[in-house]
């Protein structure tokens, strides 16, 4: 079985998030409890079944960093030399052919995909769509509200 992708960066970037929640927030869950717990009657008692909540996710997502951190492949993609060729770990400048619209996506690993930050998951349809083209490259691509099509106006590694 082959182990998912990760670039260098969002390693870096989980592992300071794991950090951050086995420490800082997990001392400040802990607290949440005790100060719920010290208010009396457990059934009843909102903050106390908040806290415990939070305690839940906090745990859980410890546990879903851990697991993918310890089974994933760190890809330096500054080592790739893929030139202007679209794979794992490029940041790719796109235009919209109808709109002009311009967006620049980083394709990613699962785990550290973020579309806020413009971080796509290497297994989403339109990170696959862009797998293997070039820079220069037009591309035609089903998006939940329609087809569209993109140029390729930039592809860089850093």
């Known amino acids: 079985m082959s182990r998912p992708p990760m670039t260098k960066k969002g390693s870096e970037r ?15 869950i802990i607290a949440a409890v005790a100060e719920a717990r010290a208010h009396g009657d457990l059934k009843e008692n909102a903050e106390y079944h908040a806290a415990r909540e939070m305690h839940g996710f906090n745990e859980g997502r410890i546990s879903e960093l851990e697991a993918g951190l310890s089974n994933s492949e ?10 202007k060729r679209v794979v794992f770990g490029a940041i790719v400048d796109l235009e919209d052919e ?3 619209d311009k967006v620049t996506y980083q394709i990613v690993g699962d785990l550290e995909a973020d579309i806020k930050q413009r971080l796509i998951a290497v ?3 339109i990170a696959r ?13 089903t998006a939940p ?3 569209k099509n993109y140029e390729i106006t930039g592809v860089r590694y850093t």
């Open 123 to 125: 297994s989403s349809p």
């Open 129 to 141: 769509a862009l797998i293997g083209k070039n820079e220069g490259d037009s591309f035609e691509f």
């Open 145 to 147: 509200n329609g087809v």
């Open 98 to 100: 109808d709109s002009g």
């Open 14 to 28: 989980l592992r300071t998030e794991l950090e951050f929640l086995k420490g800082p927030k997990r001392q400040e």
């Open 74 to 83: 760190v890809i330096d993609t500054e080592r790739l030399g893929a030139g």
